[in-house]
C-alpha cells in the first residue's frame, strides 16, 4: 500500500513537472484551500439556517454589532427596543456570533427546560478571573457536581438558622434611616445596598462586615467597582482581549479590585479554619455552642470529607454566592420599595397584614410568619416582574435544538430577556402597571409557568431564590412596620441602567415618615 501512493506521488511529480520543492508547498496549500472551502460551506449553511429566524438586516463580518456600539446607559434601551417581533423571538449577529433573543413564555420554555444545553453564555467569561469555575459560571460535569453538593446548604433547616441574622441587620438598617429627617428626600439605594452585603457576609462567610456603620471599607469599594469595570468591559469588543484591556483599557484597576476581593475571602476562609480547629470541626459542635453555621461553615464539613475540594475551590463558590446575593437582593428590595411609595394604598394593605401577622411592632419576623405574609409576597412578586433584578440571561448552545420551526444551531447564544418577557400583554394585561393582585393563587393558575422567571427556571434556576425570597420579606417587613414612604420620581421619568443587574440609574429617591405606634392592625381576609 505505501509503495502504491508513493507510485500515485511520483506520477503526479511527472507528469506536471513537480520537483520536491513545489510539492512541499502545493500540498499544504491544497489541504489549506479545502479546509476554507469546508469551513465556508459549513458557514453558509449555518448562516442560512440562522437567517430563517426573523431580525434586523445585518452586516458582514460585524453583523449586527455596531447597532450596539453605544453608551452602557443607552444599551439596555437598544436591547429591549428590538424585542418587538410578535413570535417572540428575533436574531442577531454578533460579528460571526448568531444570538437568538427570546421573550415569549413558550419559547423560554424550551430552552430553560433543556437539560443538555445547561451551559452559561460565552459572556460570562468575564467572571472567570473573579469567580473562578463557582456554581454560578461553571460548565458540564464540574457544575452538576457543585449543584449536587450545594443544595443541601439551602435547605429549611439551615436557612432557619439566619432568621436572627435577617432581623437584625433589618432592625439596624431601620434605625439608621429613620435618622434622616422625616419629608426630606434622600437616596435609599446606598443605604440598601450596605445592608445586603452585612446580610451576605454574615450568612455566607460568618463575619459582620458592618457597613452599615458608613465606614470606608476597601471590600465594599472593590466590590461595587469591579460590577461596572466587567458591564463597562462586555460592551467594548477590544477590551475582550485580556492583553488589550491591559494595555488600553482598565486592566490595572481590574486587577487590584481582584486582589483586595480574593485576599478578603482567603483572609477569611484561613481564619474561619483555624477557629475550627480551636473551637470545635464539625457541624454539631456549632450547634451545641449554640453558634450559627456559614454557608462557609457547610462548605469546610464538605472538605473534610472530600478532600479533593481545595480552599480556592471554597473561595469560588463563597465568591459567588456574595455576588448572585448581594446586588441581586438589594435591586429587588430597591424596586419594591419605590413601587411601594408610588402606591400608598398598596402599601398600607401590605402594613396591615404584616401587623396582623407579625403583632407588636417590636416583635422580629420568625419563620412561621413568613408563609403568612401572602399579600407582601405578592408585592414582591410583582415588582421583580416590572423590573427583574437579572433582566437578561443566556446560554451557549452545544447541541442543536429546535424552537417552533426554527433551527439552533451550536455555537449559537440564546438569550432570554426577562424584561421583555415580563411585559409579555398575553399574560400580564397593562404590563407596566403595579398589581399584587396577579401573583394571587387564583391568578397564578392558569398562567405558561415560564411567563415569570426572575430566579430563571429548569435544571440552572437559582439556587438560593428561597433565602433571597426570606430576606426580601423581612427586610420588607420590617422597614413597613415602622416607616410609611413616598416615591420621588414616577415610572415614566426614572432611568433604568440593565447592567448585569437592574437599578435605577440615579437610585431611588424617597421620602420618608415614621408611622405612629400600634399593637395590632386588622388582619387581612380572602386573599
Given at each position: 500500500?505505501p509503495?502504491?501512493?508513493?507510485?500515485?506521488?511520483?506520477?503526479?511529480?511527472?507528469?506536471?513537472?513537480?520537483?520536491?520543492?513545489?510539492?512541499?508547498?502545493?500540498?499544504?496549500?491544497?489541504?489549506?484551500?479545502?479546509?476554507?472551502?469546508?469551513?465556508?460551506?459549513?458557514?453558509?449553511?449555518?448562516?442560512?439556517?440562522?437567517?430563517?429566524?426573523?431580525?434586523?438586516?445585518?452586516?458582514?463580518?460585524?453583523?449586527?454589532?455596531?447597532?450596539?456600539?453605544?453608551?452602557?446607559?443607552?444599551?439596555?434601551?437598544?436591547?429591549?427596543?428590538?424585542?418587538?417581533?410578535?413570535?417572540?423571538?428575533?436574531?442577531?449577529?454578533?460579528?460571526?456570533?448568531?444570538?437568538?433573543?427570546?421573550?415569549?413564555?413558550?419559547?423560554?420554555?424550551?430552552?430553560?427546560?433543556?437539560?443538555?444545553?445547561?451551559?452559561?453564555?460565552?459572556?460570562?467569561?468575564?467572571?472567570?478571573?473573579?469567580?473562578?469555575?463557582?456554581?454560578?459560571?461553571?460548565?458540564?460535569?464540574?457544575?452538576?457536581?457543585?449543584?449536587?453538593?450545594?443544595?443541601?446548604?439551602?435547605?429549611?433547616?439551615?436557612?432557619?438558622?439566619?432568621?436572627e441574622?435577617?432581623?437584625?441587620?433589618?432592625t439596624?438598617?431601620?434605625?439608621?434611616?429613620?435618622?434622616?429627617?422625616?419629608?426630606?428626600?434622600?437616596?435609599?439605594?446606598?443605604?440598601?445596598?450596605?445592608?445586603?452585603?452585612d446580610?451576605?457576609?454574615?450568612?455566607?462567610?460568618?463575619?459582620n462586615?458592618?457597613?452599615?456603620?458608613?465606614?470606608?471599607?476597601?471590600?465594599?469599594?472593590?466590590?461595587?467597582?469591579?460590577?461596572?469595570l466587567?458591564?463597562?468591559?462586555?460592551?467594548?469588543?477590544?477590551?475582550?482581549?485580556?492583553?488589550l484591556?491591559?494595555?488600553?483599557?482598565?486592566?490595572?484597576?481590574?486587577?487590584?479590585?481582584?486582589?483586595?476581593?480574593?485576599?478578603?475571602?482567603?483572609?477569611?476562609?484561613?481564619?474561619?479554619?483555624?477557629?475550627?480547629k480551636?473551637?470545635?470541626?464539625?457541624?454539631?459542635?456549632?450547634?451545641?455552642?449554640?453558634?450559627?453555621?456559614?454557608?462557609?461553615?457547610?462548605?469546610?464539613?464538605?472538605?473534610?470529607?472530600?478532600?479533593?475540594?481545595?480552599?480556592?475551590?471554597?473561595?469560588?463558590?463563597?465568591?459567588?454566592?456574595?455576588?448572585?446575593?448581594?446586588?441581586?437582593?438589594?435591586?429587588a428590595?430597591?424596586?419594591?420599595?419605590?413601587?411601594?411609595?408610588?402606591?400608598?394604598?398598596?402599601?398600607?394593605?401590605?402594613?396591615?397584614?404584616?401587623?396582623?401577622?407579625?403583632?407588636?411592632?417590636n416583635?422580629?419576623?420568625?419563620?412561621?410568619?413568613?408563609?403568612?405574609?401572602?399579600?407582601?409576597?405578592?408585592?414582591?412578586?410583582?415588582?421583580?416582574?416590572?423590573?427583574?433584578?437579572?433582566?437578561?440571561?443566556?446560554?451557549?448552545?452545544?447541541k442543536?435544538?429546535?424552537?417552533?420551526?426554527?433551527?439552533?444551531?451550536?455555537?449559537?447564544?440564546?438569550?432570554?430577556?426577562?424584561?421583555?418577557?415580563?411585559?409579555?400583554?398575553?399574560?400580564?394585561?397593562?404590563?407596566?402597571?403595579?398589581?399584587?393582585?396577579?401573583?394571587?393563587?387564583?391568578?397564578?393558575?392558569?398562567?405558561?409557568?415560564?411567563?415569570?422567571?426572575?430566579?430563571?427556571a429548569?435544571?440552572?434556576?437559582?439556587?438560593?431564590?428561597?433565602?433571597?425570597?426570606?430576606?426580601?420579606?423581612?427586610?420588607?417587613?420590617?422597614?413597613?412596620?415602622?416607616?410609611?414612604?413616598?416615591?420621588?420620581?414616577?415610572?415614566?421619568?426614572?432611568?433604568v441602567?440593565?447592567?448585569?443587574?437592574?437599578?435605577?440609574?440615579?437610585?431611588?429617591?424617597?421620602?420618608?415618615?415614621?408611622?405612629?405606634?400600634?399593637?395590632?392592625?386588622?388582619?387581612?381576609?380572602?386573599?
Amino acid at each position: 500500500m505505501p509503495s502504491e501512493r508513493m507510485s500515485i506521488l511520483g506520477s503526479l511529480v511527472r507528469s506536471y513537472g513537480l520537483g520536491v520543492r513545489e510539492l512541499l508547498i502545493v500540498t499544504p496549500f491544497t489541504v489549506f484551500l479545502a479546509w476554507a472551502t469546508y469551513r465556508l460551506l459549513q458557514w453558509r449553511k449555518k448562516v442560512a439556517v440562522v437567517d430563517r429566524i426573523p431580525g434586523p438586516s445585518a452586516l458582514p463580518f460585524v453583523g449586527n454589532a455596531l447597532e450596539f456600539m453605544v453608551p452602557p446607559k443607552e444599551l439596555f434601551k437598544t436591547i429591549c427596543n428590538l424585542c418587538q417581533y410578535p413570535e417572540g423571538i428575533h436574531r442577531l449577529w454578533i460579528g460571526h456570533v448568531p444570538y437568538i433573543i427570546l421573550y415569549k413564555a413558550q419559547k423560554v420554555e424550551v430552552i430553560l427546560n433543556n437539560s443538555t444545553n445547561i451551559d452559561k453564555a460565552r459572556d460570562y467569561n468575564l467572571l472567570h478571573p473573579w469567580l473562578g469555575q463557582g456554581l454560578l459560571v461553571s460548565q458540564g460535569q464540574k457544575w452538576h457536581s457543585r449543584r449536587k453538593m450545594l443544595t443541601p446548604a439551602f435547605h429549611f433547616k439551615i436557612l432557619d438558622n439566619f432568621i436572627e441574622v435577617l432581623n437584625k441587620q433589618a432592625t439596624k438598617f431601620v434605625n439608621i434611616i429613620s435618622k434622616q429627617v422625616p419629608g426630606s428626600a434622600f437616596n435609599i439605594s446606598p443605604y440598601i445596598t450596605r445592608c445586603t452585603l452585612d446580610i451576605i457576609c454574615e450568612t455566607a462567610m460568618g463575619i459582620n462586615l458592618n457597613s452599615q456603620d458608613g465606614v470606608k471599607l476597601e471590600y465594599l469599594e472593590a466590590l461595587i467597582k469591579i460590577n461596572g469595570l466587567i458591564m463597562e468591559r462586555s460592551v467594548r469588543p477590544l477590551w475582550r482581549s485580556d492583553l488589550l484591556y491591559w494595555l488600553f483599557g482598565r486592566g490595572k484597576e481590574y486587577n487590584e479590585c481582584l486582589r483586595v476581593l480574593h485576599q478578603f475571602t482567603r483572609t477569611t476562609i484561613k481564619t474561619k479554619k483555624d477557629q475550627r480547629k480551636k473551637e470545635g470541626n464539625s457541624l454539631n459542635d456549632i450547634h451545641k455552642t449554640k453558634k450559627r453555621a456559614a454557608f462557609l461553615d457547610l462548605l469546610l464539613e464538605y472538605a473534610e470529607t472530600d478532600p479533593q475540594l481545595t480552599d480556592e475551590e471554597i473561595r469560588e463558590e463563597v465568591d459567588n454566592f456574595t455576588f448572585a446575593g448581594h446586588d441581586t437582593t438589594a435591586s429587588a428590595i430597591n424596586w419594591t420599595i419605590y413601587l411601594l411609595g408610588l402606591n400608598p394604598k398598596i402599601q398600607e394593605k401590605a402594613y396591615a397584614e404584616i401587623m396582623s401577622v407579625a403583632g407588636f411592632q417590636n416583635k422580629n419576623i420568625n419563620m412561621d410568619d413568613l408563609p403568612n405574609l401572602k399579600y407582601l409576597e405578592c408585592c414582591i412578586k410583582e415588582a421583580l416582574r416590572i423590573y427583574p433584578a437579572v433582566p437578561f440571561f443566556a446560554r451557549e448552545i452545544t447541541k442543536e435544538i429546535n424552537i417552533d420551526n426554527y433551527v439552533i444551531p451550536i455555537g449559537s447564544t440564546v438569550e432570554v430577556v426577562t424584561y421583555a418577557l415580563h411585559r409579555d400583554e398575553e399574560h400580564f394585561p397593562d404590563p407596566e402597571v403595579f398589581k399584587p393582585e396577579r401573583f394571587s393563587t387564583e391568578n397564578c393558575k392558569d398562567r405558561h409557568p415560564y411567563a415569570y422567571v426572575p430566579f430563571s427556571a429548569g435544571p440552572r434556576n437559582c439556587i438560593g431564590q428561597k433565602f433571597a425570597m426570606m430576606e426580601m420579606k423581612i427586610m420588607l417587613a420590617t422597614i413597613l412596620k415602622k416607616i410609611k414612604i413616598t416615591s420621588q420620581e414616577e415610572q415614566k421619568d426614572i432611568s433604568v441602567l440593565g447592567e448585569l443587574i437592574l437599578r435605577a440609574e440615579n437610585g431611588i429617591m424617597v421620602k420618608i415618615e415614621h408611622r405612629a405606634t400600634m399593637n395590632m392592625g386588622d388582619r387581612i381576609n380572602g386573599f
